[in-house]
């Protein structure tokens, strides 16, 4: 055990990221090799980093190494505690499986974009993401952020001859950045009060720090790591950036890069600041509700896979936030038991959440991959093309629609437990906050399911609706093992929920503050087994096992029934009734024609638009030519945030534009009065 | 693991899905005489199953193994959730599958998968049946979980046996909340089983038919199955409605007395169930699909209301 905890190990799995990063480049040009010593070396150090904090998880003992530097104020020190090795765990399992996924996945770049770079980058990606979630201290912490940042963004606009990367990648690399600043503004906040910007000294020096101050620091975190994370309305990077990537790095970046910021967050609130006020859980419970509901209802209008899929990241991100804050609301109050059940639960939904958005992601690469095309409702049919991409996929969709039995449905059980408990013992505010979140969790749920009988429906079943539908292929092996993987992990991560409960919510407990003492086999809030998990002396009990096994042999009970009773009955194949008329494609439903009632119901929140062109034959406008509507949704986020934003910005840039005259004489004097500034300052403080 | 223990399990098992047909029969029977007219015999679904198990079956050439495999596995969670549920003891108390969030995702499976085999066979309407249904269904949900966790509440558990017992024995000061979330789920009983305002289950006419329309392209045994399954749903709204909100009278043992009054009492409050959602049905129009949202948010916030009532 001691060898699979050692510092040593961490640091190979860095140095195969780093040789992979190296390889891919020098070998430039040369396609396969590039590819093959990109994601080899990928999948090397992912397989170690696995190992790694999957020792350390199990062990529970916090790894902690440094290594000076010759500046005074950084360090490279590192520290694993159970929560960071949780989340490398996360990351390196996703990065695993995608890299064997981009093996076979990357053949499609070839000879169109350098392979090399893209190998680059996607090492370096990993290795920043592992490294953002064991820094130790500020200012190394901020250096790995921000080469992860760059590191996504060149991977967003790695198609850099699409007009579309572009716009998104800048997009995204101002939110990000405008994102950081708020983080380097938070970690000043704690420089100031510690005088350290290692996270212990700063956790000790907190403990002094006004309210005001923690209140400042907790706002520009939230702001900040929200803006990663993805929270509305700092979410508007998100939809455009994710399916711009290639679809590999899409999962990474949607199913672990944006958890990044959940996880800072989770350190920073219950980690390094002394205390929980309550309205920070209630804002966190707030943003959580209001995130999930209106990612959902935006995924919803959406007809672009990729794009969908990246509105419901803003959605689970919601649900895992619902968690979070949920949590901060117990801490506050001192309920210490409860503080490490939503935080258990906020853990299971981040790492189910990975998988299997990942997993759809990468059926949506595959289905990409097969049609060239990204639109929904150019697809249809490919169930019989695509017959193992679709039940992947269709695994993923019933994950994230929080059926059961698989692993989704667990962790929002988890998180409905958590947020039940907020209802009773709070005061009138608390608990409509509460009451409301449950509220926003349902319709989530529902909405979510509508999406992806949505998303699968239209794309795998029915007709194909475009020549390129038609013509559909099978992928390539490799891309279908990774997929398989994660639909295993997917079923196992609910099938074994109790055991993976109970090392959560050590973990959780850690962070809540309560004594690890506790007996093997229990959780915090209760017992975790394989058969039952129980909660909360006995207010809730689940076996996911039991649903699992209740619903395959209800199945196998029905079907052998109805076998026997139907024996000798025969079954023809006909076409489907057709009214009288040959069915064509055009008249199955369509992708947005599904979803526009809800979006109809939502108008008051959703704006839904429409704009009609019609081009006529003749100058009198007696015959149109061709007709066109398209529906779409107004972008209120741009029109009444950003666009404001961006005119006041314009607006006082021009003014201090004057300032900047040119004239050596105006710049002498503005020095001048600064110094006399300065002094006369100097001369008050004193 | 007594006999008499495994006997009542079978009977618990078996409850739902050989009477469910029943209370379908029984409904249209009040609907029938309500409109003066004779009406089938009660027992008339029974016959409608046997005689489409006797029915070759034709499947469209667009259809895939989802088309084929829905109806199992539709049927297969009404057959969990009906062993899930309190039906007449609470002795008979399940905390492997008896959360009330496993019932209701449990239905949610079900209607996913019956949306999806409605896209399946490519046939125009029973894709606008899909969309309809996941509309409904999407909306209903906020009314159910939250009618449903106010008496999780009062009851201290989440377990459908222990909020049973628990409201069986609850004092006249929770009574209001306990009626406002009755009133909540009724909505979300009438929406989730597919009957008026939300659905007339009786109609193949195209502009207004939601389920009807996603199980358009099934025939044979196929057919059977669905039908089965929209029954055992039925009779399954009707049991948390009559035994969450109403329990009085469940046995609490598994004695021979209190389980056949169970028993019986169950008989008499489904049939005043059904009897009630058949004069809901013969005294109320259908409503547009675009006023259903009103009935669903409202019902949702009757549930809000009642859970900000609720002291524990």
Same mark, same amino acid.
Request: glycine fraction near 8%.
């Given at each position: 055990?001691?060898?699979l905890t050692?510092?040593?190990?961490?640091?190979?799995a860095l140095?195969?990221?780093?040789t992979?990063?190296l390889?891919a480049l020098?070998?430039?040009?040369k396609?396969t090799a590039?590819n093959?010593?990109?994601s080899v $070396?990928?999948?090397?150090?992912?397989?170690?980093?696995l190992i790694?904090?999957?020792?350390?998880?199990l062990?529970?003992?916090?790894?902690?190494?440094?290594?000076?530097?010759?500046?005074?104020?950084?360090?490279? /020190?590192f520290?694993v505690?159970?929560l960071?090795?949780?989340f490398?765990?996360v990351?390196?399992a =996703?990065?695993?499986l995608?890299s064997?996924?981009?093996l076979?996945?990357?053949?499609h770049?070839y000879?169109?974009?350098s392979?090399?770079?893209?190998?680059?980058?996607?090492?370096?990606?990993?290795? /920043?993401?592992?490294?953002?979630?064991t820094?130790?201290?500020?200012?190394?912490f901020?250096?790995?952020?921000?080469?992860?940042?760059?590191?996504s963004?060149?991977?967003?606009i790695?198609e850099r001859?699409?007009a579309?990367?572009?716009?998104?990648?800048s997009l995204y690399?101002?939110?990000?950045?405008?994102?950081?600043?708020?983080?380097?503004?938070?970690f000043?906040?704690?420089?100031?009060?510690?005088?350290s910007?290692d996270?212990?000294?700063i956790?000790?020096g907190?403990?002094?720090?006004?309210?005001?101050?923690?209140?400042?620091i907790?706002?520009?975190?939230?702001?900040?790591? +929200?803006?990663?994370a993805?929270i509305i309305?700092?979410h508007?990077?998100?939809?455009?950036a994710h399916?711009a990537?290639?679809s590999?790095?899409?999962?990474l970046?949607s199913g672990?890069?944006?958890?990044?910021?959940?996880?800072?967050l989770?350190r920073i609130?219950?980690?390094l600041?002394?205390? =929980?006020?309550?309205?920070?859980?209630l804002?966190v419970?707030?943003?959580g509700?209001v995130s999930?509901?209106?990612?959902v %209802?935006?995924a919803l209008?959406?007809?672009d896979l990729?794009r969908?899929?990246?509105?419901?990241?803003?959605?689970n991100i919601?649900?895992i936030l619902?968690g979070?804050?949920?949590?901060l609301?117990f801490?506050s109050?001192?309920?210490?038991?409860l503080?490490?059940?939503g935080?258990a639960a906020?853990l299971?939904h981040?790492?189910?959440?990975?998988?299997?958005k990942?997993l759809?992601?990468?059926?949506?690469?595959?289905?990409?991959?097969?049609?060239?095309?990204?639109?929904?409702?150019?697809y249809?049919?490919?169930?019989?093309?695509?017959?193992?991409?679709a039940?992947?996929?269709l695994?993923g969709?019933?994950?994230?629609?929080?059926?059961?039995? %698989?692993? +989704?449905?667990?962790?929002?059980?988890?998180?409905?437990?958590?947020?039940?408990?907020?209802?009773?013992g709070f005061?009138?505010?608390t608990?409509?906050?509460?009451? $409301?979140s449950?509220?926003?969790?349902?319709?989530?749920?529902?909405?979510?399911a509508?999406?992806?009988?949505?998303?699968?429906g239209?794309?795998?079943?029915a007709?194909p609706?475009?020549?390129?539908?038609s013509?559909?292929k099978?992928?390539?092996p $490799?891309?279908?093992?990774a997929?398989?993987?994660?639909?295993?992990?997917?079923?196992?991560l609910?099938?074994?929920s109790?055991?993976?409960t109970?090392?959560?919510?050590?973990?959780?407990g850690?962070m809540?503050?309560?004594?690890?003492?506790a007996?093997p086999?229990?959780?915090?809030? +209760?017992?975790a087994?394989?058969t039952?998990v129980s909660l909360?002396?006995?207010f809730a009990?689940?076996?996911?096992?039991?649903?699992?096994?209740?619903?395959?042999?209800?199945f196998?009970?029905?079907? $052998?029934v109805?076998?026997l009773?139907?024996?000798?009955?025969t079954?023809a194949?006909a076409?489907?009734?057709?009214?009288?008329?040959?069915?064509?494609?055009?008249?199955?439903?369509?992708?947005t024609?599904? /979803?526009?009632?809800i979006?109809?119901?939502?108008?008051? %929140?959703?704006?839904?638009?429409s704009?009609t062109?019609?081009?006529?034959?003749?100058?009198?406008?007696y015959f149109p030519?061709?007709?066109?509507?398209?529906m779409?949704?107004n972008?209120?986020?741009?029109?009444f945030i950003?666009r404001?934003?961006?005119?006041?910005t314009?607006?006082?840039?021009g003014?201090?534009?004057?300032?900047?005259?040119?004239?050596?004489?105006?710049?002498?004097?503005?020095?001048?009065l600064?110094?006399?500034?300065?002094l006369?300052w100097l001369?008050?403080? /004193? | 693991?007594?006999m008499?223990?495994?006997i009542?399990?079978t009977?618990?098992i078996l409850l739902?899905p050989?009477l469910?047909p029943?209370?379908?029969?029984?409904?249209?029977k009040?609907k029938a005489?309500?409109?003066? *007219? @004779?009406?089938a015999?009660?027992?008339q679904?029974?016959?409608?199953?046997w005689?489409?198990?006797?029915k070759d079956?034709?499947?469209? @050439?667009?259809?895939?193994?989802?088309? *084929?495999?829905?109806?199992?596995?539709i049927?297969?969670?009404?057959?969990?959730?009906?062993?899930s549920?309190p039906?007449?003891s609470?002795a008979?108390a399940?905390?492997?599958?008896?959360?009330?969030?496993?019932?209701?995702?449990l239905?949610?499976?079900g209607?996913?998968?019956l949306a999806?085999?409605?896209?399946d066979?490519?046939?125009a309407?029973g894709?606008f049946g899909?969309s *309809?249904?996941?509309?409904?269904a999407?909306l209903t949900?906020?009314?159910?979980?939250?009618?449903?966790?106010t008496?999780a509440?009062?009851?201290?558990?989440?377990?459908?046996?222990?909020?049973?017992?628990?409201i069986?024995?609850?004092?006249?000061?929770?009574?209001?909340?306990i009626?406002l979330?009755f009133i909540?789920?009724?909505?979300?009983m009438?929406?989730?089983t597919?009957?008026?305002?939300f659905?007339?289950?009786?109609?193949?006419l195209?502009?207004?038919?939601?389920?009807?329309?996603?199980?358009l392209?099934?025939?044979g045994?196929?057919?059977?199955?669905?039908e089965w399954?929209?029954?055992?749903?039925?009779?399954?709204?009707?049991?948390?409605?009559?035994?969450?909100?109403?329990?009085?009278?469940?046995?609490?043992?598994?004695?021979?007395?209190p389980?056949?009054?169970?028993?019986?009492?169950?008989?008499?409050?489904?049939l005043?169930?059904a009897?009630?959602?058949?004069?809901?049905?013969?005294s109320?129009?259908?409503l547009r699909?675009? @006023?259903?949202?009103?009935l669903?948010?409202t019902?949702f916030?009757l549930s809000?209301?009642?859970?900000g009532?609720v002291?524990?």
């Open positions: 055990m001691d060898t050692s510092p040593t190990l961490f640091c190979l140095a195969c990221f780093a992979g990063a390889g020098l070998l430039g040009k396609d590039a093959v010593v990109g $070396l990928a999948i090397a150090g992912a397989a170690i980093a790694f904090s999957g020792a350390v998880l062990e529970g003992t916090t790894q902690s190494f440094a290594a000076d530097t010759s500046f005074p104020l950084i360090s490279l /020190s520290s505690d159970r960071a090795a949780f490398v765990l990351i390196s =996703v990065a695993l995608t064997i996924y981009a076979g996945y990357v053949r770049y000879g169109k974009y392979i090399g770079v893209l190998g680059c980058f996607y090492n370096i990606f990993i290795a /920043s993401m592992i490294l953002v979630v820094a130790h201290n500020a200012l190394f901020l250096i790995v952020w921000e080469i992860m940042s760059l590191a963004y060149f991977l967003v790695y001859r699409e579309a990367s572009i716009r998104a990648g690399f101002i939110m990000t950045h405008a994102g950081t600043a708020f983080i380097i503004t938070a000043l906040l704690m420089f100031r009060e510690a005088g910007f996270f212990d000294a956790h000790t907190l403990a002094t720090a006004s309210p005001m101050t923690q209140s400042a907790f706002v520009t975190a939230l702001i900040g790591f +929200g803006a990663k993805g309305p700092l508007i990077w998100l939809p455009s399916p990537a290639p590999h790095v899409s999962a970046m672990v890069m944006i958890k990044t910021g959940i996880f800072m989770i609130t219950l980690g600041l002394p205390e =929980v006020h309550l309205w920070w859980g804002t419970l707030v943003v509700a999930s509901l209106l990612g %209802l935006y209008s959406e007809h990729k969908l899929l990246a509105y419901h990241s803003i959605e919601g649900i619902l979070l804050g949920s949590a609301v801490s109050a001192g309920m210490n038991t503080a490490a059940l935080l906020a299971f981040t790492m189910n959440h990975a998988t299997f990942a759809l992601f990468l059926g949506a690469g595959s289905v990409i991959g097969a049609t060239h095309t990204r639109n929904i409702e150019k249809g049919g490919l169930i019989r093309l695509m017959p193992q991409t039940l992947f996929f695994i969709s019933m994950a994230i629609s929080a059926l059961p039995p %698989l692993n +989704g449905f667990f962790s929002e059980w988890l998180t409905f437990q958590s947020l039940f408990q907020g209802v009773t005061d009138v505010v608990k409509l906050i509460f009451i $409301l449950i509220g926003a969790l349902a319709f989530t749920g529902g909405l979510a509508a999406c992806f009988v949505k998303a699968f239209i794309t795998f079943l007709r609706r475009s020549n390129a539908a013509q559909a099978e992928t390539s $490799l891309l279908r093992l997929m398989a993987a994660f639909a295993l992990l997917i079923v196992g609910g099938l074994f109790g055991m993976v109970r090392v959560l919510g050590e973990v959780a850690d809540a503050g309560l004594e690890s003492a007996t086999g229990s959780t915090p809030a +209760g017992s087994q394989f039952t909360l002396n006995g009990e689940i076996s996911m096992p039991a649903v699992f096994a209740g619903i395959v042999t209800a196998a009970a029905a079907a $052998l109805f076998f009773l139907t024996r000798q009955r079954q194949v076409a489907t009734w057709d009214c009288g008329t040959d069915l064509t494609p055009r008249m199955e439903i369509t992708a024609g599904f /979803s526009r009632s979006i109809t119901v939502m108008q008051g %929140l959703m704006r839904p638009g704009e062109e019609i081009e006529y034959h003749d100058a009198n406008r030519k061709t007709g066109t509507v398209n779409g949704l972008d209120i986020y741009r029109s950003y404001p934003l961006q005119v006041i314009t607006t006082i840039a003014y201090m534009r004057k300032l900047q005259s040119g004239n050596i004489h105006a710049y002498i004097l503005y020095i001048f600064t110094l006399i500034g300065l006369a001369n008050f403080q /004193s | 693991m007594n008499t223990t495994i009542l399990w009977i618990q739902v050989a469910a029943l209370f379908i029969g029984v409904t249209r009040i005489r309500l409109q003066n *007219r @004779r009406g015999s009660v027992l679904p029974y016959s409608d199953v005689k489409l198990l006797h079956e034709v499947i469209s @050439r667009d259809a895939s193994w989802i088309f *084929r495999a829905a109806p199992y596995l049927f297969a969670t009404t057959l969990v959730i009906g062993a549920i039906l007449f609470t008979l399940n905390s492997l599958t008896g959360d009330f969030l496993v019932v209701v995702y239905v949610a499976l209607t996913f998968l999806l085999a409605g896209i066979a490519g046939s309407l894709g899909s *309809r249904e996941m509309f409904v999407a949900e906020g009314g159910l979980i939250l009618s449903l966790l008496l509440l009062i009851g201290k558990t989440t377990n459908l046996a222990g909020i049973a017992t628990a069986g024995s609850v004092s006249f000061t929770s009574f209001t909340p009626i979330a909540s789920f009724s909505v979300a009438l929406a989730e597919c009957r008026y305002p659905d007339n289950p009786a109609t193949h195209e502009l207004t038919m939601i389920h009807e329309a996603m199980i392209e099934y025939s045994k196929r057919l059977a199955l669905m399954a929209s029954a055992n749903k039925f009779l399954i709204f009707i049991a948390i409605g009559a035994n969450l909100f109403f329990p009085h009278g469940i046995a609490d043992s598994l004695a021979l007395g389980v056949l009054l169970g028993l019986a009492l169950f008989a008499v409050k489904a005043l169930f009897a009630a959602i058949a004069v809901i049905e013969s109320t129009a259908k699909i675009f @006023r259903l949202p009103d669903l948010f019902s916030v809000v209301i009642a859970l009532l002291n524990v």
